[in-house]
């Protein structure tokens, strides 16, 4: 009896150790992995495409636990309601409480992007949609198309694409738009039951999620003509999209060291250069990126005020009142040198006082070769060495102290630069026509190797030409073509205000170039 007792209160807890853990909902283990988003249990929810929509409630229920994320952002109503409806997750269904007041006769579209995913495997139920209609009919228009970055030409996600009813020209300033999609990772965007109408078209990175273009960063691009709806399937050509013309405007100025200025702006190197004000003397000036650096002679400890177009900004006493001790250095940038080359030198400061006397070119350590050294023309701070190179071989230039003065005053210690000559096989050569392009403008060309501008050309008035590329390194490499309407010498971005697109381009990967190899690329720009 003891034991039978024993054995029936063991069964017993084992039971409710089972019915326990089953009652606990877990994933499941085992079996094939779930590769299915959540399935919309229609004949649970509110029924889809409806019309005449009289409901101030919309429950949808999938087949599935999920996760409902980033609805702020990933979800788009179009057109949009007077106020945004209430979106709660209870269990396996979502509840949309309608606001008061939708418009009537009007085609309503929800669509959830990329918020819904499974719970265990994060499946994404990608822009499911509810539809319907506060009249009769539900319009059935359907728009399409891509948005890309005009600088890059790659697509941009996440971009807002939205349907103006043609007002006045500034509604994408102060008036929020009517039907609003959301671009994917490819850039392509679709509208789905649009009514018959005429629209503009505009797409917009929405930094503050206000539907309106009203900021300096926010990437912007519209389609130049007016869209009409009066067809059943519609695709818009490509929106190139652009950031904003950067205000000419001094971002900020650093003056730690007497001698030294750096002055940096917004944007690239601007069209109109900084001025020192009162003028500093002698000052050498160069440009890295977005600033300008000022030289002059330390014992000045200048003291004045920057000015570019509207800005002027002081230009304060050293934090320290003497001149810092700047190590001297050189970087050689050449890497290899292909025959006939020409080797680059760097240093931090320009140099002003170059004496060939203390220095020596020396090939295998044996042969002393003639040589030139000059500064280059645009940047002082880059120095140019042509020789006679023997190919194949290592070179030697040495520099004796105090044969380089710089825009600061201060001279070198002895420094030595070793400079590898390459074979001429060692190399490759490109071929590159051009055609298609129009004779009555201008086009930039530029070859790129990464992020390393190797070339810059000018095309004025042709519409085709030929460029011989020879000695290039081994290695992948990109041609940039742009039509430089304003003739500038760079890229341009667009004014909505002006109703001026950016400049167009073209991006071309050239086939990889080898040692000993030459290729030879046609590229036909597209009008």
Same mark, same amino acid.
């Given at each position: ?61 999938f087949d599935e636990w999920f996760t409902l994320k980033d609805v702020i952002s990933q979800l788009v109503i179009s057109p949009l309601m007077p106020k945004q409806p209430t979106v ?52 059935s228009v359907y728009i399409s198309g891509r948005v890309m970055d005009s600088k890059s030409l790659k697509p941009m996600s996440d971009v807002l694409v939205m349907l103006h009813s ?104 601007? %069209?109109? $250069?900084? &001025?020192?004000?009162?003028?500093? !003397?002698?000052?050498? /000036?160069?440009? #890295? *990126? ?26 304060? %006493?050293? $934090?320290? &009142?003497?001149?810092?001790?700047? !190590?001297?250095?050189? /970087?050689?940038? #050449? *890497? ?192």
């Open positions: 009896m003891l034991l039978n007792r024993l054995f029936s209160g063991l069964l017993y807890i084992t039971l409710v150790l089972v019915f326990t853990g089953c009652a606990s909902p877990r994933a499941p283990t085992g079996g094939d992995k779930d590769e299915l988003p959540p399935v919309l249990l229609e004949e649970e929810s509110t029924p889809n495409q409806q019309v005449n929509f009289k409901e101030r409630e919309i429950l949808l229920t709660k997750q209870k269990g396996k269904s979502i509840l949309i409480a309608l606001p008061d007041s939708l418009k009537e006769e009007t085609t309503y579209t929800i669509n959830f992007g990329r918020s819904i995913a499974d719970l265990n495997e994060g499946n994404v139920l990608e822009n499911f949609s509810f539809v319907f209609s506060t009249g009769p009919v539900l319009d043609i007002q006045e020209d500034s509604a994408v300033y102060k008036i929020k738009p009517e039907y609003i999609s959301r671009s994917n990772k490819e850039g392509r965007w679709n509208f789905s039951n649009i009514r018959s109408d005429a629209f503009q078209v505009v797409a917009l990175i929405d930094d503050n999620l206000n539907f309106l273009y009203d900021l300096q960063t926010e990437y912007f691009g519209w389609y130049d003509s007016t869209l009409l709806t009066n067809i059943p399937k519609i695709i818009v050509p490509d929106i190139m999209m652009f950031p904003k013309e950067s205000r000419k405007a001094i971002r900020d100025v650093i003056h730690d060291t007497p001698g030294w200025i750096k002055v940096m702006v917004d944007g690239p190197k601007p %069209l109109q $250069k900084p &001025s020192i004000l009162p003028p500093i !003397d002698n000052a050498v /000036t160069a440009w #890295t *990126g977005d600033t300008i650096h000022f030289w002059y002679p330390p014992e000045i400890n200048y003291q004045g005020s920057v000015v570019l177009a509207d800005d002027t900004v002081k230009i304060l %006493l050293p $934090k320290i &009142s003497k001149t810092e001790i700047h !190590d001297f250095s050189i /970087t050689n940038l #050449t *890497g290899k040198l292909p025959p006939y080359g020409v080797a680059k030198l760097y240093l931090p400061v320009p140099v002003t006082l170059i004496d060939t006397s203390g220095i020596s070119l020396m090939v295998d350590s044996m042969q002393q070769l003639p040589f030139t050294i000059h500064k280059d023309d645009e940047d002082g701070r880059l120095l140019l060495v042509k020789a006679p190179w023997k190919l194949n071989s290592n070179h030697l230039l040495t520099i004796s102290p105090g044969a380089f003065q710089n825009a600061m005053g201060h001279v070198n210690d002895t420094i030595r630069i070793s400079i590898q000559v390459a074979d001429s096989d060692a190399f490759g050569d490109y071929t590159i026509k051009v055609n298609g392009l129009d004779s009555n403008l201008t086009y930039l060309l530029t070859l790129r190797s990464g992020d390393k501008e190797i070339i810059n050309n000018s095309i004025h008035q042709k519409a085709d030409t030929v460029f011989e590329l020879n000695r290039l390194m081994p290695g992948k490499y990109q041609v940039e073509i742009v039509e430089d309407l304003n003739r500038n010498g760079f890229w341009d971005t667009g004014n909505y205000d002006l109703r001026r697109q950016a400049e167009r381009k073209m991006i071309y990967e050239l086939e990889s170039l080898r040692a000993a190899w030459e290729v030879e690329s046609v590229i036909t720009w597209q009008k």
